[in-house]
Nanobody, 125 residues
Framework: QVQLVESGGGLVQAGDSLRLSCAAS????????MGWFRQAPGKEREFVAA?????????TYADSVKGRFTASRDNAKNTVYLQMNSLKPEDTAVYYC?????????????????WGQGTQVTVSL
């Protein structure tokens, strides 16, 4: 069982940066590939980024955030991060972190077993 708690969301202007954090419970955090997803009002939840387990050497990103967002993890702190730069109004959404049931960093929502409650990110013009 893994419990996840996101933080770091807020209201920013276009072009600004934010860093989201996701704190996990459990001694086996490092064994889980982790993902970030987002859901805007009236839209389906979509994949943002994923990072492989243990060293986190492998990451994958949605095309819409590639080059602007960076996922990382600190296993000593049981925390995964999402650094978001050059934010755009279309990045406005509730952001969720999730722990994958698979052994690899995946973009598929249904391959994630544990989810946080989400944190709101709002980007204004």
């Amino acid at each position: 069982q893994v419990q996840l708690v996101e933080s770091g969301g807020g209201l920013v202007q276009a072009g600004d940066s934010l860093r989201l954090s996701c704190a996990a419970s459990g001694r086996t955090f490092s064994n889980y590939p982790m993902g970030w997803f987002r859901q805007a009002p009236g839209k389906e939840r979509e994949f943002v980024a994923a990072i492989s387990r243990r060293s986190g050497i492998s990451t994958t990103y949605a095309d819409s955030v590639k080059g602007r967002f960076t996922a990382s993890r600190d296993n000593a702190k049981n925390t995964v991060y999402l650094q978001m730069n050059s934010l755009k109004p279309e990045d406005t959404a509730v952001y969720y972190c999730a722990a994958a049931a698979t052994g690899w960093a995946t973009s598929k929502t249904d391959e994630y077993a544990y989810w946080g409650q989400g944190t709101q990110v709002t980007v204004s013009l």
